[in-house]
């Protein structure tokens, strides 16, 4: 199957992020988000994107201009009727997943690929909730999108070869390196990175070690390119903590409980960098 138009649903860091790298890849992308703010503050950050790279020279002017030609910004769900696959990136929470991936499959074409970003929950499920299980798969991009090499490809107990191989070029074709994985909460990456991180709140909140020091000592004794707090502040501390609940839910073991200083920060509004303050602050 080949993929020319990809629907994606989500504006926000995710959804603009797999947004720019389908139109800088020469594939159609129709993205679409609840409301016009968002849809223009995720256009604003692809222009702003490209842009840099221009300034980098890592991408011409008329690569930039040809790629933004490509990107169509909706509020409209019914405009994700022509494509070929559909990828939601919203919120990582089920039941507005359930929603959303209910109400595309009424309207995507028969033929049409539908793929979730979550980074946890089961794609198992999230399949069983459209009338096309076998052609539904997880497509777990990693932020900054454009940046990041690695793309998770999950499989359901539903998905087909076919579904699987054509995702799977079609990783390729934007650039990126596809890992298989089974479902599993968490699949690969999340199951070992963020009980890592959930470890390092814990040492925080006994007091071992202020915040920088932590990430210290991860980035100059482990080799991290980036301590596990600072990259907590650029996941967003309320996706952590989420990762975590499905972890501790689905496996009912109390090494997954979430720390109990991440809970509150995320009660307090402390996201990250999307807020302006998480484990650091940020202007």
């Known amino acids: 199957m080949t993929i020319r138009i990809a629907g994606i649903i989500g504006a926000g860091t995710m959804g603009n992020g797999i947004v720019q790298t389908c139109a800088v890849s020469g594939i159609d992308a129709i993205m679409v988000d609840i409301n016009e703010a968002a849809v ?7 222009t702003g994107s490209l842009e840099r790279l221009v300034k980098k020279e890592k991408l011409g002017s ?13 509020t409209q769900l019914a405009d994700l009727k022509d494509a070929d696959i559909i990828i939601e990136a919203a919120t990582e929470n089920l039941d507005l997943k359930l929603k959303l991936l209910k109400d595309v499959d009424a309207l995507a074409r028969p033929e049409a690929i539908l793929a979730s970003n979550t980074s946890s929950i089961s794609i198992t499920r999230l399949a069983a909730a459209t009338g096309r299980p076998d052609r539904f798969l997880g497509m777990h991009f990693f932020n900054p ?9 999950i499989r359901g107990l539903q998905t087909s070869d076919a579904t699987h191989a054509a995702v ?7 650039g990126k390196t596809p890992i298989t994985v089974k479902n599993n909460p968490g699949f690969v990456v999340n199951r070992l990175l963020i009980p890592m991180i959930n470890e390092a709140v814990f040492v925080l909140a006994e007091g071992l070690a202020s915040a920088e ?11 991290h390119p980036i301590g596990p707090l600072a990259l907590a502040d650029l996941i967003g501390l309320d996706t952590c903590l989420a990762v975590m609940e499905v972890f501790y ?15 509150e920060m995320v009660a307090a509004g402390y996201l990250g960098r999307k807020t302006g303050r998480g484990f650091y602050t940020y202007t």
Not at 40 to 46: D, E, H, R, S
Not at 249 to 263: E, G, N, V
């Open 213 to 223: 020091e932590i990430d210290n000592g991860m980035k100059l004794g482990c080799n």
């Open 145 to 153: 999108v454009p940046m990041m090499a690695l793309v998770e490809i």
């Open 249 to 263: 839910d689905q496996f009912a073991d109390s090494k997954y409980r979430p720390a109990p200083l991440l809970k």
């Open 40 to 46: 223009q503050k995720g256009l604003k950050t692809i």
């Open 168 to 174: 799977e070029g079609l990783a390729k074709q934007l």
């Open 62 to 74: 008329a690569e930039r201009d040809a790629a933004l030609a490509r990107v169509k910004a909706t």
